[in-house]
Every structure is written in structure tokens, then in C-alpha cells.
């Protein structure tokens, strides 16, 4: 027979598996809600055989996950990229072919080096100088109005997905960042609309990758 103190108990008991069937519930959903990053070696090898490939080559995401690319190259400062030219038009090339007054001096730096810049005779008091296009040098995203926008090296940057470029500009081993001023170790993106985003590497144009965003 059921007495009223077992009936009490079993109801505390119920109460006791339900709060805590209700907390696994709220904790698997909260592990579940999290944002994934993905990483991705761009390069890698060594000094005598540095790799130009990307480390997986494809992945595939969901919405509001992060991709990580880092550049884990021994002993090499083999720069790498991760450019994606969603519209065709926005192809960007290293050099960069710029009209100066031929007036304008160079000096290098530092002075001494064994360094001058290339200096083409061009029309009406010009030179042309061909330097390092800004562009695919540094990060550097194109809206779907050609507003151009530079981030900072290890630029963190959340994909819209109606650009016209993002690009992670140089980017290279720990420490080896310092032989190119201006440059960082890694690019990291966040993706906020699904789709198929493909990328290459500006400066190894064979170099390619894909972003498959899921919704
Ligand atoms: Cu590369």
C-alpha cells in the first residue's frame, strides 16, 4: 500500500528528474547555438620546400560560423593570400603601375640597401612607378557600391555576402610578419549568408579554396 509519505517522495523525486532532464535540455541546446571556427593552413612545408596549397582545400560552414586561415610555412616568409573576387571585374593584380611627377625622389630604406624603385619615363613630366598595389597588399574589402575599405593586418572581417572583394592582404609565419612592414599572420572571416564562396591567393594565383556556407 502507497502511503502518503512514499506518494509525497515520488512526487519530489518526478519533480527532481524533470528540473534536471530541463537543464541538460538548455545545456545541449546552448553547445549546439555555439559558432564553429574552422581553421585553414594557407602554405606550409618549410624553407627548401614551402607548399602553395590551402589546408583543406574546401569546408564547409554554417551560417555565422568562422573560418581562420593562418600561415604555418617553417623557417620561410612565404606570404600568402585569401582573396575572394566575388565579382569578376575586381581581379587585382601585385604591381601596381602608378603615374608621379618626375620630380618626386626615392630613397631607400634602409639607406644604403640594395633597393631602388622601378621608374618608367611616362608622358607629361611623369614616371611611372611600378610599386606594390595597397589592394592585395592589405586587407581590403569592395562593397556592392566600389566604397573601397582597408582593415588592419589579422583583420577579423563578417562576410555580408554582397561584396565585390575581401581580401586578408600578406600574410605570413609568426615573427616573419616583421619582413614586410605592414603585414600580419592570419585572416579571419565570418560568414553571414549561405552560398559557395571560392578564393585564391593573390600571389599564387593556383593556390584556390572554397567556402560552402550552409543555412
Ligand atoms: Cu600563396
Not at 618626375?102 to 630613397?107: I, L, R
Not at 575599405?149 to 609568426?174: C, I, R
Not at 549568408?193 to 599564387?204: A, F, Q, R, S, V
Amino acid at each position: 500500500m502507497i502511503t502518503k509519505q512514499v506518494l509525497f517522495g515520488m512526487v519530489i523525486l518526478a519533480c527532481m528528474i524533470a528540473i534536471a532532464m530541463y537543464s541538460v535540455n538548455n545545456v545541449s541546446y546552448a553547445t549546439l547555438a555555439e559558432n564553429k571556427v574552422v581553421r585553414v593552413a594557407a602554405g606550409g612545408g618549410n624553407m627548401t620546400a614551402p607548399w602553395t596549397v590551402f589546408l583543406p582545400q574546401a569546408v564547409m560552414i554554417n551560417v555565422g560560423d568562422r573560418v581562420e586561415w593562418y600561415n604555418p610555412t617553417i623557417g620561410a616568409a612565404e606570404p600568402h593570400t585569401v582573396t575572394f573576387l566575388l565579382d569578376n571585374s575586381t581581379s587585382a593584380g601585385v604591381a601596381s603601375p602608378l603615374a608621379v611627377s618626375n620630380k618626386t625622389e626615392f630613397n631607400a630604406i634602409p639607406p644604403g640597401s640594395n633597393n631602388e624603385p622601378v621608374l618608367v619615363p611616362g608622358e607629361g613630366g611623369t614616371n611611372t612607378l611600378l610599386a606594390i598595389n595597397a589592394r592585395t597588399f592589405s586587407p581590403a574589402t569592395i562593397d556592392s557600391q566600389d566604397r573601397v575599405q582597408f582593415m588592419h593586418p589579422n583583420a577579423n572581417y563578417s562576410v555580408a555576402g554582397d561584396e565585390k572583394y575581401v581580401n586578408s592582404g600578406w600574410f605570413l609565419p609568426e615573427e616573419l610578419e616583421k619582413q614586410y612592414p605592414g603585414t600580419g599572420n592570419t585572416f579571419m572571416a565570418t560568414f553571414e549568408k549561405p552560398g559557395t564562396y571560392d578564393y585564391l591567393c593573390i600571389l599564387h594565383p593556383w593556390m584556390t579554396g572554397t567556402v560552402k556556407v550552409v543555412g
